[in-house]
């Protein structure tokens, strides 16, 4: 079992609180994404997680032992950053077999010549091949063991990269941004190859990523910071549909946002928050929220609208009908909005 338990994680650098208590259960075999804007303290805490910093506070617990205490290499953790750190004069081959390699031969049997003196190198070179080869064909790579990193495309690069974290078979796999120096179309492929190749292996991911399509698509769960603290952990389903606070409203998806200034009796303390494609048109007459078009964009399958009440605007996506009149900018509409669609969030 996989299951990581972060428990009150804290980190200072200076005064500055960069990880502020975060608690948090990735259970084994999920995908976790961590998103949040840069600077938030993601990378921090990954690696903590992996034991490459120490935190001043709280535990890292994997599989149900306290591993705070032990070097990253003992930690049964790989981690992938998104700088490939593949070693440009070694082959894919050796690139993906160098932690096999390391961990099963003595230095003097590494060395290139002296090493064939020993008898039980031939074995272990033998397994380590076949170890490599299946680890290849599986990130279809296979084709390109002789060839060197500069000789590869961005996402082959990264494949060939987290090959190389594969073999080791760890418990664990810590990614650090490792689609961002892929164009974007690449960056959909591979984050798709990636997804479904954790989902058959079962193995347990934590992902961080500031972009947050990328976070939304790629998950089971997702973990959204701010400020060095977790801010909501659930599905992107629940977090678009029932989003904590304004913050994690505002991160994932667009949001309208409107305080009591906007005729709507609202608790105290609180604001009206909802998604401009929960929303539609209608007559301003006994609307509680109306006002006049101040913009209008076509996109296709949906129409943008602006509308501005009282001193704020908002934005309701309603889906394109061919044939069907469209809301000219200037003309007063109200805003249909289902009660089961307005969120009443603290400000
Ligand atoms: P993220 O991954 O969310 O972009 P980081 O975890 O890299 O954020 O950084 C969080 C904060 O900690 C940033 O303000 C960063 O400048 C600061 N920071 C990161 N590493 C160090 C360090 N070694 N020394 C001082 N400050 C650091």
Redesign the pocket.
């Known amino acids: 079992m996989a299951d990581i338990e972060l428990h009150a994680i804290e980190k200072r ?1 200076g005064d ?1 609180r ?1 990880v502020n208590g975060v608690s948090l259960t990735i259970r084994d075999g999920e995908f976790l994404t961590l998103v ?1 804007p ?7 805490l990954l690696r903590i997680i992996a034991g490459l910093e120490a935190q001043d506070g709280g535990e890292v617990r994997v599989g149900g032992t306290c591993v705070d205490d032990r070097r990253p290499k003992e930690r049964d953790v790989a981690m992938v950053f998104q700088s490939y750190a593949l070693y440009p004069h070694l082959s894919v081959f050796d690139n993906i077999a160098l932690p096999l390699r390391t961990r099963r031969l003595s230095f003097a049997e590494r060395l290139p010549l002296v090493g064939r003196a020993f008898p039980r190198r031939r074995g272990i070179e033998r397994a380590i091949r076949a170890e490599v080869e299946q680890a290849a064909a599986m990130l279809d790579v296979a084709h390109l063991l002789h060839r060197k990193p500069g000789q590869l495309s961005g996402g082959q690069r990264q494949r060939v990269a987290l090959g190389r974290a594969m073999v080791r078979h760890p418990a664990v796999f810590l990614m650090d941004e490792p689609l961002s120096n892929l164009d974007a179309k690449m960056r959909v492929s591979v984050r798709r190859e990636l997804r479904s190749l954790q989902q058959r292996l079962g193995l347990t991911t934590i992902f ?1 990523t500031h972009d947050q399509e990328e976070a939304n698509t790629i998950c089971d769960r997702i973990a959204v910071m701010d400020a060095g603290k977790v801010q909501q952990v659930g599905t992107p389903m629940e977090l678009y549909e029932n989003p904590a606070n304004l913050f994690v409203a505002n991160f994932l998806g667009s949001a309208n946002i409107l305080d009591e200034r906007a005729g709507v009796p609202m608790p105290a303390g609180k604001r009206l928050v909802f998604r401009p494609q929960h929303a539609g048109l209608t007559s301003p007459e006994g609307a509680a929220l109306r006002g006049p078009v101040t913009h209008r964009e076509f996109l296709g399958a949906t129409v943008r609208y602006a509308v501005r009440i009282g001193d704020s605007e908002v934005l309701i996506e309603t889906p394109f009908q061919s044939g069907r009149e469209l809301r000219d900018v200037g003309d007063n509409v109200g805003v249909d909005l289902p009660p089961r669609r307005m969120l009443f969030l603290p400000a």
């Open positions: 650098y500055t960069v949040g840069s600077g938030c303290g993601k990378s921090t961080v």
